[in-house]
Each structure stands twice: as structure tokens, then as C-alpha cells.
């Protein structure tokens, strides 16, 4: 499903260096290291918004090296979930479906749909900021799965919620994966989320995949 091959990138202060990883259809990846280590970028190089200085990144057996990320079909959920604070739960996920001129009909049949499964019915005229972080997470994937990617990248989604909040999209995410089939890349500092969520797993430092493979192995 998603495969870099050679690939090196150079940022002011950073580079990844000859990342080598095939991610398979389906999988659930935890992508672990330490701050700093390049996690993060390597969502964003999936997603398409860093060009390679070497290399190239295949996804579903295509070369999407230079194409721009809003023809990856793939969605990228932050850390700080990047909500549209102007806008209700109802329009920030409707928000790329309605950039994608769908018909009314569909965005409500589509947003009713995630709201249910999200359990926001009752935020759903709120605003971000009257949230909490595990309602506001919520939302975001919520929006990132509105437009139906295939992929979908998650960055430390869980590094800020309480116990209890934590436990629930846990289960969620379990969900996810389990009903749509989606294949799911997601950063954490975790060992205890990467072993509870993951299929296979990955350890970056400084800039390099140091270790992949079974989840029971890298952690073995």
C-alpha cells in the first residue's frame, strides 16, 4: 500500500536518510522514536507535502512521489487536531466534502453518519473551543474520514487525553480499523499504544528506520 524506496529528504536542520518501508493494504503501523527523530515528517512525506531530494514513495503500486497530496486519497490527522475554530462540529466535518462540490444530500447523509459513529450528536452545533481533547480528536478524524481516504495518518492522537478518554478511542481506532479496513500509520512515543493498536511497528532515530516488522518482534 504505501512504499518508500531510497528515500532522503533534506529540511533546514533535518533530513530523513535512505528510508527503506513497505507498509502493506490494510495494516495498522505504530511509527515510534524518540523527539525529534522524524516521525512526524514521515506522515507528512506520505501525505505529499515534503518533495524527496532522492528516492520516491509508491502508494497502491504508483508513483505518487510529485503528486500533490489532495490526489493521494489519504488523510492526515495532527496532534493538535487543526479544527476549524469558526465552525461547528457539523461544518468542520463536512468542511472537504463540501470543497469537493458534493451534493447537499450526500454531505448530510455522509456528516450524520460520522457523527453517529463518533457519538458527537450532542456537540454538534459547538464550537471547537468549547471541546474537550478527546471530543476535539474525535472530530478531526471524524473530518479526515468524511472525503473516504484510504489511508489514514495519525499524529500522537493520543499524547493528550486522560486516562479514561484514551481508553475510549483506543477502541475506537480498533473500530476503525476492524470495520472499514483502512490502512492506518500512526505516530506515538507509546510502546503500550503501538502494542495495544498495531499490527507492525517501526523505529526511527535520528532521521533513519532503524527497525521494522511485527509489532511482537521489534518489541520481543
Known amino acids: 500500500m504505501i512504499e518508500f524506496e531510497g528515500f532522503s529528504l533534506d529540511l533546514v536542520g533535518f533530513e530523513l536518510k535512505e528510508v527503506n518501508l513497505r507498509m502493506g493494504r490494510g495494516e495498522y503501523w505504530a511509527i515510534l522514536g524518540p523527539s525529534g527523530a522524524g516521525k512526524t515528517v514521515l506522515l507528512e512525506c506520505i501525505a505529499g507535502l515534503h518533495t524527496p ?15 500533490p497530496p489532495e490526489k493521494r486519497r489519504i488523510a492526515l490527522v495532527y496532534q493538535d487536531y487543526s479544527l476549524f475554530p469558526h465552525m461547528t462540529v457539523e461544518r468542520n466535518i463536512a468542511f472537504g466534502l463540501r470543497m469537493q462540490n458534493l451534493p447537499a444530500e450526500e454531505i448530510r447523509q455522509r456528516v ?38 484510504e489511508i489514514l495518518l495519525l499524529d500522537e492522537p493520543l499524547a493528550a487525553l486522560d486516562p479514561p478518554t484514551r481508553e475510549r478511542l483506543m477502541s475506537d481506532l480498533r473500530a476503525l480499523h476492524r470495520d472499514r479496513g ?20 517501526a523505529i526511527v532515530m535520528d532521521g533513519r528506520v532503524v527497525q521494522s516488522g511485527a509489532v511482537a518482534d521489534v518489541f520481543g
Not at 531530494?53 to 503528486?67: E, F, Q, S
Not at 453518519?113 to 476535539?136: C, H, K, N, V
Not at 492506518?184 to 499504544?193: D, K, N, P, W
Open 53 to 67: 531530494a532522492r528516492g520516491r514513495i509508491r502508494v497502491r503500486d504508483r508513483d505518487v512521489t510529485h503528486l
Open 182 to 201: 483502512l490502512t492506518i500509520v500512526h505516530v506515538t512515543h507509546s510502546r503500550e499504544e503501538a502494542l495495544a493498536l498495531a499490527d507492525r511497528a
Open 112 to 149: 450524520q453518519g460520522l457523527i453517529d459513529q463518533f457519538g458527537l450528536a450532542a456537540f454538534r452545533e459547538r464550537y471547537p473551543a468549547s471541546l474537550s481533547g478527546g471530543e476535539q480528536q474525535r472530530v478531526a478524524i471524524a473530518r479526515a474520514l468524511a472525503v473516504d481516504p
